[in-house]
Structures are given as structure tokens and as C-alpha cells.
């Protein structure tokens, strides 16, 4: 059983950067996949960014290529999302999952644990 708790939502003027971390409870962090997904209102939840269990590889969605970037501390029992040059469709509520494939899956399907989600709000 993983439980995930993220942090580091709020407002921000576009432009701005903010991060996010999601802390992870359980011994086994460090075996699955984690995920960043984010969903605006009225719109399916979607893949952001991914990042394997060493940190080594890791995926982000065109939309965010450039500008976000997923990393992860196994120690810790973290994992985080750094995003800059913010715009306004960033707007969206975040949420951190894990995962006991290995590889990146866009399927919010294969995704065996979710945190509650934070809400970035980006503003114009």
C-alpha cells in the first residue's frame, strides 16, 4: 500500500514557476513508476510527466516539453514536478500516481495509487 500526498499548489501569474512534491508513505517507493497527471475542470485527466524508479528516464507531454520537469529523491520518498514559464492552460488540478509497470503509461488505467491532487492556478 503507497499513499501519496502532494503539495506546492497555488496561484501564479503567468510567466511564474512553481514545484510541486508528492511524498509517498510505504517501504516500496522506489519501486514504481510515478506519474504526474493534471485535470482542468470539465476535461479528462491527463498524462504530464513520468519518471522510472532510478530517476534515469523519464517522460513529459509535448505540451509541457521545455517548461516542466519531473525528478525524484528515493530517499526521500518524493518525487516532483518543477514547471516554468507558466500560462494560463496550465490551470489544472495536479495529481501525483504511482505505478508497478515500469515504463510510462498514459492510461490513468495502469496506475495502482493516486494522491488527493493540488490545484495550480496560473492567471493571466
Known amino acids: 500500500q503507497v499513499q501519496l500526498v502532494e503539495s506546492g499548489g497555488g496561484f501564479v501569474q503567468a510567466g511564474g514557476s512553481l514545484s510541486l512534491s508528492c511524498a509517498a508513505s510505504?517501504?516500496?517507493?522506489?519501486?514504481?513508476?510515478m506519474a504526474w497527471f493534471r485535470q482542468a475542470a470539465g476535461e479528462e485527466r491527463k498524462l504530464v510527466a513520468g519518471v522510472n524508479w532510478s530517476g534515469d528516464s523519464t517522460y513529459v507531454a509535448d505540451s509541457v516539453k521545455g517548461r516542466f520537469t519531473i525528478s525524484r529523491d528515493n530517499a526521500k520518498n518524493t518525487v516532483y514536478l518543477r514547471m516554468k514559464s507558466l500560462k494560463p492552460e496550465d490551470t489544472a488540478v495536479y495529481f501525483c500516481?504511482?505505478?508497478?509497470?515500469?515504463?510510462?503509461?498514459?492510461?490513468?488505467?495502469?496506475?495502482?495509487?493516486w494522491g488527493q491532487g493540488t490545484q495550480l492556478t496560473v492567471s493571466s
Open positions: 510505504g517501504r516500496s517507493f522506489s519501486s514504481y513508476y
Open positions: 500516481a504511482a505505478s508497478i509497470y515500469p515504463r510510462v503509461v498514459i492510461s490513468t488505467t495502469h496506475y495502482d495509487y
